[in-house]
C-alpha cells in the first residue's frame, strides 16, 4: 500500500493551492488530513461538522466533498481575508456556513445542536475552550486535530502547549483516543 497515491482530490483543491500560494499563505492542510477528514465526513450521513479555522478552504474542500447532501457544516476564521476568499469558492453552497468570527467567542456564544464531528484546526477549540468544544460533540462524534508532530513553523515555546493537550485529551474518560503518528501528526478522538 502507497498512502501517497490519493486519486480522489476534491476538483476546487488545485484552485485553492494555486490561490494559497498567489497570496503566501503558509499554513495549509496537508492532501493526508483532507483525504481523513473527507472519509470520517462520509461516514456521517445527514451530519453536521464544525471546522474551526477555515484558513484559505484547503481541509473545508475535502469535508465538503465528503458530505451528502442533507449534510451541514459551520467553518469560522477570524481572518476577513481568508474567509473572503473560503466564500468565493464555497459561498453558494447551501449546506455551509462560513463565519468570520473570532473563535474563542463563537464557541463560547453557540447555543446551537451538537457536531457529528468537528475539526479544530486553531488556537480556539485546540488549546483554548477545550471544554467547551468537547461539548459540542455527539456521542459517537468525532474530535480531530493535526500539527502535533513538531513542525517548522512553530513559535518558540509551542511543543509544551501540544504536549499539555495530548496529555489532557488522554486523561479524559468520555473520549476514546487513537495518536496517528502520520500526515503532520493527527489525534482522532470519539465522544463516549
Not at 499563505?25 to 483525504?35: A, E, Q, R, V
Not at 456521517?44 to 484547503?58: A, D, S, V
Not at 453552497?93 to 464531528?117: A, H, M, P, S
Not at 502547549?161 to 501528526?185: I, Q
Request: glycine share 8%.
Amino acid at each position: 500500500m502507497n498512502d501517497s497515491i490519493i486519486l480522489d482530490i476534491p476538483k476546487v483543491h488545485s484552485s485553492i493551492v494555486r490561490k494559497s500560494e498567489e497570496i503566501g499563505f503558509t499554513m495549509p492542510s496537508d492532501l493526508y488530513i483532507g483525504s481523513f477528514l473527507k472519509t470520517l465526513t462520509a461516514s456521517k450521513p445527514n451530519g453536521r461538522f464544525l471546522e474551526i479555522g477555515t484558513g484559505i478552504g484547503l481541509s473545508l474542500s475535502w469535508m465538503i466533498d465528503g458530505m451528502d447532501t442533507d449534510s451541514f457544516l459551520i467553518s469560522i476564521d477570524n481572518d476577513q481575508q481568508l474567509t473572503a476568499i473560503a466564500e468565493n469558492y464555497f459561498g453558494d453552497d447551501q449546506r455551509v456556513e462560513l463565519i468570520c468570527e473570532n473563535g474563542t467567542e463563537w464557541i463560547k456564544g453557540y447555543t446551537g445542536e451538537k457536531f457529528d464531528l468537528i475539526f479544530a484546526d486553531a488556537w480556539p477549540g485546540k488549546y483554548s475552550e477545550i471544554d467547551e468544544v468537547l461539548d459540542l460533540i455527539k456521542v459517537g462524534g468525532f474530535y480531530i486535530v493535526d500539527d502535533m508532530t513538531k513542525q517548522p513553523n512553530w513559535p518558540e515555546g509551542h511543543e509544551e502547549n501540544v504536549k499539555s493537550l495530548v496529555a489532557y485529551l488522554e486523561k479524559r474518560e468520555d473520549l476514546t483516543l487513537t495518536k496517528l503518528n502520520w500526515s503532520t501528526g493527527v489525534i482522532m478522538a470519539v465522544k463516549n
